[in-house]
């Protein structure tokens, strides 16, 4: 199929699509703080519509609203997974612009939010937009999910997992996070390392009292930092007791992908402004530990008087924010219950745990039909073939979505970030070419899809183990695109 009539569409209406998603971004939603969320919601929900979906939205309890649409019909299903709400935005005289103002300053747009994720976001309806305008209703039905809680955990999303099941059988899902490396190359991830995520809390004294007691009154931030002590050695090894003994050995598969995984390691290092990497790690098997290397994170310490000005006090509380990125056969589940276990076994039993989120591992095979349409769509667009990780570093909540039904939906996740994009920090932002080219190159991935999916039907060998009926379960608003 040629694409010069989608490609000139594209091209005809980028100013549109950079604007749409100025707009988007110009709204605050920070699912910390709440403030606008349901607005950014329905803004999401009439996008959906103009893109030609039917769409629903969700209310589930006090969260947040998730928004689901239907694209197309066929045979085949797929999901497509998105999230509306950002980061919180740290300090603002860390920003070049407003975080929520995004400017376009040069060939970039500034924003909160702009590459995680509401940039991959907007390129994917507006691709979805094109592919209608310039060929026809999609050749399959695609289930887009747009949730608000991915800072949070996703609790709603979990929920909706449970009651609306049937609403996520698939045949595949595409997930929202990746980016273009350093040489122009786009990085395909094929799943997810999991997260338990706790709260370690010491007590002492009822409140901060004067620290003349210090001799003889226990000191919560001691007895605290005693304990992280024994989770992770100086030589920068996680010594939770068992913790390493469940981690999977890497199959034939992962090995191979492992080989053509490429870092930019002096790169980075300017950019994370450091001098080594942890261990003294380097080439393969600095790879192999981003990849697959479990990891135990102290993500936060508060305790006492942290403020200006002198304040010599004993503190009543001591607590630490602690992630454990998890890999196969480390779920959240076991590894609070060995991080519980290891603490008591040192005396450590009024140390309190908090589980603040989990989520499990999410791991697909190379194979499956949203991986082969990723990655045969890619040089295309981007001038070469992706760098495929066989599991990406960062976590999210993609069992909620792909291990709703058994046996798990296979994930492929990418997007329109580069290495400079920081998007958990200041001046998060996109460059606008690869804003449009991800446009484009979403369009082709539909359109793989759609060739594999009919392919595999003819020959059937589709992966799903069960039909799918694609009918109108819900009353939605809007309709889908007509030919």
């Known amino acids: 199929m040629s694409f010069t009539r989608f490609d000139r569409y594209v091209e005809r209406n980028a100013q549109s699509f950079i604007e749409r998603l100025q707009a988007l971004c110009r709204m605050p939603s920070v699912a910390a703080r709440g403030t606008g969320m349901r607005n950014v919601a329905e803004a999401v929900e009439q996008m959906m519509q103009r893109a030609g979906g039917g769409t629903r939205l969700f209310r589930l309890g006090s969260g947040y609203p998730i928004i689901y649409a239907e694209f197309g019909a066929g045979a085949h299903c797929f999901l ?152 992770f050695s100086p030589a920068g090894e996680i010594t939770v007791d068992g913790y390493m003994d469940h981690v999977a050995p890497l199959d034939e598969e992962d090995l191979r992908l492992l080989a053509s995984v490429e870092l930019d390691e002096e790169g980075l290092k300017r950019e994370f402004r450091i001098e080594r990497w942890a261990r003294g790690l380097a080439g393969p098997d600095l790879v192999r530990q981003l990849v697959f290397g479990p990891t135990c994170t102290i993500c936060g310490l508060q305790t006492g008087h942290t403020e200006a000005g002198p304040r010599t006090a004993l503190p009543g509380t001591a607590v630490a924010r602690v992630d454990f990125r998890l890999v196969p056969n480390l779920t959240p589940e076991l590894a609070i219950s060995l991080l519980r276990e290891h603490l008591d076994r040192r005396g450590f039993d009024d140390i309190e745990i908090s589980v603040l989120a989990r989520a499990p591992v999410a791991k697909s095979s190379a194979r499956s039909l949203v991986a082969r349409a990723a990655a045969e769509s890619a040089a295309e667009v981007y001038g070469s073939d992706p760098i495929i990780y066989p599991l990406d570093p960062a976590s999210g909540p993609v069992g909620a979505l792909c291990g709703a039904v058994q046996p798990p939906t296979p994930v492929v996740s990418f997007g329109i970030g580069y290495e400079g994009s920081n998007p958990h920090g200041p001046d998060e932002n996109i460059r606008l070419e690869d804003f449009i080219r991800g446009i484009k190159y979403f369009g082709r991935v539909i359109h793989q899809l759609g060739r594999l999916a009919q392919e595999a039907s003819a020959e059937k060998e589709s992966e799903a183990a069960v039909e799918l009926q694609h009918h109108r379960a819900l009353p939605m608003k809007g309709a889908t695109h007509e030919d």
């Open 80 to 231: 497509v997974y998105g999230h509306y709400d950002v980061q919180p935005i740290g300090s603002l005289s860390e920003w070049t612009s407003g975080p929520f103002a995004a400017q376009i300053i040069g060939a970039k747009l500034y924003a909160r939010g702009a590459a995680n994720s509401k940039g991959d976001l907007v390129a994917r309806l507006a691709a979805i937009e094109a592919y209608q305008k310039s060929f026809g209703k999609l050749p399959f039905c695609l289930r887009y999910i747009v949730e608000g809680e991915d800072a949070l955990g996703s609790p709603s999303l979990y929920q909706f997992a449970a009651e609306y099941a049937e609403l996520l059988r698939a045949h595949g899902a595409i997930w929202d996070d990746g980016y273009i490396d350093a040489n122009g190359r786009l990085v395909i991830s094929l799943g997810f390392k999991g997260i338990a995520f706790v709260e370690l809390r010491a007590h002492g004294a009822r409140t901060d009292i004067h620290s003349k007691w210090g001799g003889i009154v226990p000191n919560p931030a001691w007895r605290l930092v005693h304990a992280l002590a024994t989770l």
